[in-house]
């Protein structure tokens, strides 16, 4: 199987007759959040193809950002409840190894960083792989958006948020903050031009 998000064809007609009482708020509050999370799904697939490390540290930056401003909709909304007690098959998850190579291969030795597990448990710092986190959080959002895909929309927005909370939103948030200092790094750490003449000049005044 490619790494393309698998289209669902076949609905369940108890699901189907349910799911279409969803409120139209509701519907269009799911529809954006689809929107979002199929936008990020394709860009990260492309950016894992890019051959400029630089320009796709900067751009993921952005579409992480991006995917995170969806989880914190979802956070801040009453816990969805499924239509029913058991989840239904969505299909098998898409595989995305190809993918995490690739991006870990593009980043380099930017792939792996250090991480505060829990900043309000004990302060264990873990080593993690911007390749795997990526490529996690890929895996959760696509899962709920194959439900949403074929016609379950409560499910979609139940899986989507208790995923953020349980696992891809602080993936994503680690992620974030790795991919921020990257580029804090290469905007700060790089040298100003002139800054060695300024610097002499200004002691040379304290000197006199």
Avoid: C
Wanted: charged share 25%; net charge negative.
């Amino acid at each position: 199987m490619n790494d393309a998000d698998p289209q669902v064809v076949v609905r369940d007609d108890t699901l189907a007759r349910d799911e279409g009482s969803v409120r139209p708020e509701l519907a269009e509050f799911a529809q954006q959040i689809a929107d979002q999370v199929a936008s990020f799904l394709l860009a990260l697939r492309a950016l894992a193809k890019e051959p400029n490390a630089s320009r796709a540290v900067s751009l993921l930056l952005l579409e992480v950002s991006q995917v995170l401003l969806a989880g914190a909709r979802l956070g801040v909304q009453t816990d969805f409840t499924p239509v029913t007690e058991f989840q239904p098959d969505a299909g098998p998850d898409p595989d995305l190894d190809a993918m995490r190579l690739r991006l870990a291969e593009m980043l380099g030795d930017l792939d792996t960083y250090a991480e505060l597990f829990d900043p309000y448990g004990e302060p264990d710092v873990v080593v993690s792989n911007l390749s795997d986190d990526l490529t996690s959080v890929a895996t959760s959002l696509a899962h709920g958006l194959r439900h949403f895909r074929a016609g379950r929309v409560t499910e979609a927005l139940w899986w989507w948020q208790f995923s953020y909370v349980a696992s891809w939103g602080s993936e994503a948030s680690a992620a974030l903050r790795a991919l921020q200092a990257v580029v804090s790094h290469d905007r700060l750490d790089a040298d100003i031009p002139g800054e060695d003449d300024q610097l002499a000049a200004a002691n040379e005044m304290l000197e006199n």
